[in-house]
Antibody
Framework: EVQLVESGGGLVQPGRSLKLSCAAS????????MAWVRQAPKKGLEWVAT????????YYPDSVKGRFTISRDNAKSSLYLQMNSLKSEDTATYYC????????????WGQGVMVTVSS | DIRMTQSPASLSASLGETVNIECLAS??????LAWYQQKPGKSPQLLIY???SLQNGVPSRFSGSGSGTQYSLKINSLQSEDVATYFC????????FGAGTKLELK
């Protein structure tokens, strides 16, 4: 059974940093692109970052480019999201998601971890 | 960015009824369209990909259609477990999502 378990969320002040982790199991992690998708409270979904199987290629929307960094450790079947210079508008539930091999859509999602950016 | 406009924002339907949700892309997305279901307090689940392909394990009462810029999700014979918010997502370019359609029972 595919499982994605996020951790590392919490309350952080504007301008500070936070690092999220996602532990994957039930599939060969190194064979899949992975991603982070967020959802602000009572709002829709926003793609945040994608990383290739080896970690050599990463992709971000303009809203987080230069502030967020996605990375992975295939030996540990783990995905990470380093978030710097956090803003109030980054407040959201962050989901770790597995990208399907034929397009940038997501067939498995974690349960999500809440990040609140507030002073 | 490709904008995805979903309608309606919410709807109320009776058990056994047929429901349609629409999604309009700001440009041609060549059927690179997925639908997700998100139940309250849960993470999204993939229902449909490539506009009309049913994801493994999804009940056959769900179906997708469309092309170009216009797409729709159809739920036949609505069940109580279908109460959820539904999102469309395009993946022809950097992925973007619709704002969601909240489906409730009448």
């Amino acid at each position: 059974e595919v499982q994605l378990v996020e951790s590392g969320g919490g309350l952080v002040q504007p301008g500070r940093s936070l690092k999220l982790s996602c532990a994957a199991s039930g599939f060969t992690f190194s064979n899949y692109y992975m991603a982070w998708v967020r959802q602000a409270p009572k709002k829709g979904l926003e793609w945040v970052a994608t990383i290739s199987t080896s970690g050599s290629r990463t992709y971000y929307p303009d809203s987080v480019k230069g502030r967020f960094t996605i990375s992975r450790d295939n030996a540990k079947s783990s995905l990470y999201l380093q978030m710097n210079s956090l803003k109030s508008e980054d407040t959201a539930t962050y989901y770790c998601a597995r990208r399907v091999n034929y397009g940038v859509l997501f067939d498995y999602w974690g349960q999500g971890v809440m990040v609140t950016v507030s002073s | 960015d490709i904008r995805m406009t979903q309608s309606p924002a919410s709807l109320s339907a009776s058990l056994g009824e047929t429901v349609n949700i629409e999604c309009l892309a700001s440009e041609d997305i060549y059927s690179d369209l997925a639908w997700y279901q998100q139940k309250p307090g849960k993470s999204p689940q993939l229902l449909i990909y490539n506009a009309n392909s049913l994801q493994n394990g999804v009940p056959s009462r769900f179906s997708g259609s469309g092309s170009g810029t216009q797409y729709s999700l159809k739920i036949n014979s609505l069940q109580s477990e279908d109460v959820a918010t539904y999102f469309c997502q395009q993946y022809n370019n950097y992925p973007t999502f619709g704002a969601g359609t909240k489906l409730e029972l009448k």
